[in-house]
């Protein structure tokens, strides 16, 4: 008889582990409490706009091993688009330089070397000041391990590191700082070329995976929100979706909850989780982007972080938005459109725009925070933890997400 799991969210993480279980021989059931899937990774069309816009501007790297290997499974790899070379242009609007960071192609950091290539005005010795983040661990300070000052940091290592914790850098986790920097600027340019889903983080990374598991009998039901866990001795015996809606689990069947913090705390009475998250603001604007722009700007000195390019299409990224939550909506995006018309070249008067304000985006990636991240396991012998606030080693990102579902599939394939 083929082995059941249920897997609760079909977010990126819940996605991730219904796809490894469906490809080793379980019959996956997806329960989603929403009427769609991908959690914060998804795609809409905006009204505002006419055009379909993510409600979070995602950037992938060539090192995401996890997250590539799982577009890979849904057959959409091929809808990650990026530069040849691991090349990352910036500007400082304060001063109007601009500049090209160029990793190369190497699985070495060999870049450092090269004047050319590196950040201007850095010397080999401002990067080996950086080696103390290789090794540190997780409950000590960025801003306790490096030197949170200088040329290189302010216009590549708080820019990076911002993005990555989304936290103000020295206030963050040095050992997830370190994570992010030996998978990246440690790893080479072969690791480091950016990634970007220019049709939408859905139609690559969500629907794919919804249409895969359909197909081949699988169940996905929306709009499916589990009330409650049904207990007996060491194990998880019972789904309950309320209204009488009960599924009784067979002795052999699994149980992947891959839910928010929040909604997993209360199915679980006493399980630590991470209690404080960060926003992040995401702003879209209906503008043909210059020919020769780049996919991905890096901008210093501004309100906007990160510009992005798409067809029809400019978008920005600010990390550590909690200051930005309760801004007037017209003034905040009368702001970014001058940062966007002073990096990108564009001009004209606000065109269509719409800002997308996450809240509770991340949990907040300080040492305190971080210490609260559960493991995969529980003390329910078939119920297993999925989702980028769980502790995989990585602050909340999509790598960190399809990491903690393949973890949790792993952790069901290896009962049999």
């Known amino acids: 008889m083929q082995k059941t799991v249920h897997i609760i969210g079909a977010g990126i993480s819940g996605l ?188 690559v990374l969500i629907e794919p995976a919804v249409k895969l598991l359909q197909e081949r009998g699988h169940s996905v039901q929306f709009s499916h929100e589990l009330r409650a866990l049904g207990m007996a001795n060491d194990r998880i015996s019972e789904l309950d979706f309320g209204n009488g809606d009960k599924i009784a689990l067979g002795a052999d069947d699994a149980v992947v909850l891959a839910v928010p913090p929040r909604a997993a705390a209360s199915l679980l009475p006493g399980l630590k989780t991470p209690t404080k998250f960060r926003a992040i603001v995401n702003a879209h604007f209906r503008v043909d982007p210059p020919r020769d722009a780049a996919p991905i700007l890096g901008v210093v000195g501004g309100l906007v972080e990160w510009l992005f390019a798409f067809p029809q299409r400019m978008s920005v990224t600010i990390s550590n938005g909690d200051r930005l939550v309760d801004m007037p909506r017209e003034e905040l995006a009368q702001a970014i459109w001058q940062d ?33 991240r559960p493991g995969p396991t529980t003390a329910q012998k078939n119920l297993f933890l999925a989702g980028d606030w769980t502790a995989t080693g990585l602050p909340a990102t999509i790598e960190g997400s399809v990491r903690s579902g393949d973890r949790a599939a792993d952790l069901v394939l290896a009962r049999r």
Do not use: M
């Open 16 to 203: 991730s582990a219904a796809v490894r279980l469906a490809n080793g021989g379980y019959k996956v059931f997806v329960h989603e409490a929403t009427q769609q899937a991908g959690g914060r990774c998804r795609s809409y069309f905006d009204a505002a706009t006419s055009l379909t816009i993510d409600n979070g501007n995602h950037l992938l790297l060539s090192g995401n091993r996890h997250a590539l290997s799982y577009a890979r499974a849904i057959g959409t790899e091929a809808g990650l688009v990026g530069p040849a070379r691991a090349q990352f242009p910036f500007v400082d609007l304060a001063s109007g330089r601009r500049w090209q960071l160029d990793l190369g192609d190497s699985r070495l950091p060999l870049w450092v070397f090269d004047e050319a290539r590196r950040v201007p005005d850095t010397t080999l010795r401002d990067y080996l000041a950086l080696a103390p983040l290789a090794w540190a661990g997780t409950g000590a300070l960025v801003g306790n391990t490096i030197p949170c000052k200088g040329t290189l940091y302010d216009r590549l290592v708080q820019p990076l590191l911002l993005a990555a914790l989304n936290v103000d850098p020295p206030e963050g986790s040095a050992g997830l700082a370190g994570a992010i920097v030996r998978e990246t600027l440690l790893a080479g340019g072969q690791a480091c070329r950016p990634l970007i889903a220019r049709d939408g983080l859905s139609s």
């Open 340 to 372: 966007i018309c002073e990096a990108s070249g564009v001009s004209g008067d606000l065109p269509p725009w719409q800002i997308v304000r996450e809240r509770r985006a991340t949990f907040e990636a300080t040492p305190e925070q971080n210490a609260l």
